[in-house]
Structures are given as structure tokens and as C-alpha cells.
């Protein structure tokens, strides 16, 4: 069974920061793109950065210059540092992860999109 546990949420000033972790555990062939989305109350999930195996970043509009995605492979992990945080950043953090599971029998699996329970970031004025 694979799972995505992410930490690191809290509340904070506008202007401070915060870093996410999102780890993944399980049986696990592979993982190709780490991700992070938000959703905001009333909003849609949104995408905000994410990261390919090789180390390619794609931000969001509103992350480029404050947001930064980072992984260590070793640890099946992905991080999403956070600075010059606004009151408008304030919402749940959901990692996300496409990961090739390993069966005992089958051998590795197709990727699936593997979502985590979400952390709370509220910024405050």
C-alpha cells in the first residue's frame, strides 16, 4: 500500500515562512512527478509547483520567486519551501505523486496518481 504523509503546515505572519514535506512510503518501483496543489475554502484545487524525477520545475504564477519545489530521491520525498508568505496563500497544501507501485507477483505497475491527506497553511495579516 502506498502512502503520502505530508508535515511541516502551521500559521504564520504575512511575510514569513514555512516548509512542507511530503513523504512517500509503501512499495514503490518508481516515482516520477512530485507535486503540490492548494485549495483554499471555496476555491478549487490549484496547482502550485511541481517536479519531475530528473529535477525539472514547473511553478504557478502566483509560487515563481517565493515558492521552491525541491526532492530527495533517496528519501522518496518532496519539499516546497515557502517565503514572503500572503494571507492569500492560506489554504490546505495537498502533495501529490505519480508512482509505479511493486506487486509481490506483477512485478512493477502502471503509475497512479497518489494524493496525500493535506496540511493546513493559514497566513495571517
Known amino acids: 500500500q502506498v502512502q503520502l504523509v505530508e508535515s511541516g503546515g502551521g500559521l504564520v505572519q504575512a511575510g514569513g515562512s514555512l516548509r512542507l514535506s511530503c513523504a512517500a512510503s509503501?512499495?514503490?518501483?518508481?516515482?516520477?512527478?512530485m507535486g503540490w496543489y492548494r485549495q483554499a475554502p471555496g476555491k478549487q484545487r490549484e496547482f502550485v509547483a511541481d517536479?519531475?524525477?530528473?529535477?525539472?520545475?514547473n511553478y504557478a504564477d502566483s509560487a515563481k520567486g517565493r515558492f521552491t519545489i525541491s526532492r530527495d530521491n533517496a528519501k522518496n520525498t518532496v519539499y516546497l519551501q515557502m517565503n514572503s508568505l500572503k494571507p492569500e496563500d492560506t489554504a490546505v497544501y495537498y502533495c501529490?505523486?505519480?508512482?509505479?507501485?511493486?506487486?509481490?507477483?506483477?512485478?512493477?505497475?502502471?503509475?497512479?496518481?497518489?494524493w496525500g491527506q493535506g496540511t493546513q497553511v493559514t497566513v495571517s495579516s
Open positions: 509503501g512499495s514503490i518501483f518508481s516515482i516520477n512527478t
Open positions: 517536479i519531475a524525477s530528473g529535477g525539472t520545475t
Open positions: 501529490k505523486a505519480e508512482i509505479s507501485p511493486l506487486h509481490a507477483l506483477l512485478g512493477h505497475l502502471p503509475a497512479f496518481d497518489y
